[in-house]
């Protein structure tokens, strides 16, 4: 069978070289190989039968969060898995300071020039491209034109960071034909700038973070206001399982928004900065003073920050019962303080904590629908799959999508010779 390096550069060479339109039909535009995890650089066996193809490879990951829901914004704490559905581009360098991109998921292209980078309207995932180049630019960063295609794993405004794995692994791309190299840090703060400023979403630093910085076999607890990690080695035994509401979120759509700016007010009516400087007791003591909705997503904030510091602990010592209390507790606030579930979820919740081997549930992502996440036994993962597959379906009658995921590396980027190895 073909591996990801492999077919990526395949579909390279024939919207590039061979002068065609677009894309192979499936099993290129879709490949059943892709259902699953990439399971990292992926090895380009018949390398010869395509030299003179792409010239480099960059991918990252998408993420889910196994705590602290929107805590991100408010500078406090979460704990996330880097996983293994990840983006990837393959590219060659160009030097008339053109950019020609296209998307194997969508079957669609684009085409600018670097000296004249608008945004577009019509189509997103365009100005994810223009938005990184565009402020890599601005930063004084070389950018080289190149012919570059993109495939991702990453399923789409699921809540696991599609959008950040792409202009993480663009951002990787544009450094590797420029020749220069640039903090995982740094890295994230810019495509988190290209999102906010060129896109129009005013994410926090969570997805772009997680995308950049990943370490194999770990979850990262990201401290949001400096930016450190601890490295967080979940306890032999458990398994972190995506389950796929199928109902999609969009972060443009005004709750995230509104979600923010309530944060914002309640920090400013406490007198702080951000809601990371709140104290459990202040709120306890403070909280009379607050509007009554803007209390529940201060209380929401301040309490889901702290158990992601929990989690991370509990997931270390394999302390089960731990686990399913604060995924049970970070669920409840989602919905009662934040109110940030949908029907969808409620749903998904009642089937992940019917189904056997589950230790914890709760939501990922922004909410709103999307991919929820469960610390399953390893052992019973399959049964756990099987289980939320049929208990979901019923309730629902939609088809959900039940996989483990593993901790996979951040961003990186490969030449010819390491994917040909
Ligand atoms: C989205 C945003 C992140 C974060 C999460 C919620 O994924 O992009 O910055 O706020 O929602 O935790």
Known sequence: MLDRAE??????????????????????RRPAAFAGDSGGAGKLTNYQKLAGDPQLWARAPGRVDLMGSHTDYNLGFVLTLPIGRDTWIAARRRDDGIVRVHSMNLDASDEFRLDAIEPVSESRWRNYVRGVAAILQNEGLALTGCDAIIHSTVPVAAGLSSSAALECALATLFSGLGGWSLTGERKALLCQKAENEFVGVKCGILD???????????????????????AVRIADGIRVVVCNTMSPRRLSGGEYAQRRAECEQGAAALGVSALRDVTPE??????????????????????????????AAALEAGNRPAVARLCTESFAGARDLYEICSPA??????????????????????????????????????????????AYRSATQVCPEIYPVDAAPGAELFNIEEIAK
């Open 7 to 28: 077919i990526v550069a395949a579909c390279f060479r024939q919207v590039f070289m061979e002068g065609g339109q677009s894309c192979p039909q499936p099993p290129f």
């Open 208 to 230: 772009q973070y997680s995308s950049c910085l990943g370490r194999r076999g770990c979850a990262l607890l990201l401290d949001c206001r400096d930016l450190s990690t601890r």
């Open 282 to 311: 202040m709120l306890a003591a403070r909280r009379r003073e607050l509007p009554e909705r803007t209390a529940r997503r201060c209380a929401f904030i301040v309490a889901e920050s702290a158990r992601a510091e929990s989690l």
């Open 345 to 390: 979820m409620e749903a998904m919740m009642e089937a992940m904590l019917a189904a056997p081997g589950v230790i914890g549930a709760r939501q990922a992502g922004a909410g709103f629908g999307g991919c929820m996440v469960a610390l399953v036994d390893a052992a019973s993962a399959d049964a756990f799959r099987a289980a939320v597959l049929n």
